[in-house]
């Protein structure tokens, strides 16, 4: 198997100008970030002094190249849920709401915009389980999940910076509420602006329905703190 390694930003981007290898087959590629997480992506490509990152079902993310460890071919092919990068609980988890990671970032942004703390905590809770890391197969980056798109709505410069990463989602979240309420706004934070509006609410969707629900039922849960 064909594998980039780097260690400084001019050896990756040598290494990734004139050693890449050609893509694979089935069309995937294994990003091994330098935290520890692995991004099965469709290919990636040098840009630049960034390296791109180019997602299954379109859509793309750039890259500091000193994020990354390697990128390797990856042959086996895999179902489009195998390719979501797990977040598992944590031990947040038998904290009380307001005493979790980024209590102060959190109640910041929810008196700037006007969005109740407890729905940021339990969107923050559904979307990453505290993890600033996170990162999804599809680009969905950081505590709130942002998509590349709602980063580069709000000018994010780094999405997996706590600070810039919650008060962007919470902006977003804030813009969502006033189009389509509280529900609503939680359905297209997971399925998208377009799906709410097609089915004038909640769309149909299994997952959109346990995600909505999934939310309030933390917030309600967790408002007796």
Known sequence: MATLRTTTLAGFLAVACFSAPAAAPTGFELVHFASGRVMTIARHHVDGQTIVLELHG???VR?????IDRIELDETPRSDQELVV???PTQNSGLRMLE???GALIQGASKRHGVDRYLIHALIEAESSYRSRALSHRGAMGLMQLTPA?????AIGDPFDPVQNIEAGTRHLRRLIEKFGIAGALAAYNAGEGSVRKFAGVPPFPETRRYVAKVLDLVEAN???
């Open 223 to 225: 408002q007796s703190d």
């Open 100 to 102: 979790r990671p980024y």
């Open 86 to 88: 797990a977040v598992s």
């Open 150 to 154: 709602v980063a580069d709505e709000y």
């Open 58 to 60: 379109g859509g793309s």
């Open 63 to 67: 890259c500091d190249p000193l994020l």
